[in-house]
């Protein structure tokens, strides 16, 4: 099955299961305070084949500025990606 790789600047690796139309679009795009961004990436990054378990906390304390940029840019460009290599 398809995965989303991340890896956070602190050397983890995260192997994410694609998100939910709801925690894409609800959650993620319609963020707009950093709770609820915080909130949006922890939903998503707790679907990890690891095991770990992501929070709000988690995202707060492992996350630098710079991961939080990337996440949100390179998830987006990998959903973009995978919808344009599926023709249905």
Known sequence: ???FVFKLDNGTVLNIKPPTLRMYYKELRCASTDPQLFNAVADICGRNDEGI???EEYVIDNFTVDDLRRFVKELTSWIEGE???DPN
């Open 53 to 55: 378990a992501v929070n």
């Open 83 to 85: 919808r344009a290599s």
């Open 1 to 3: 099955m398809r995965r």
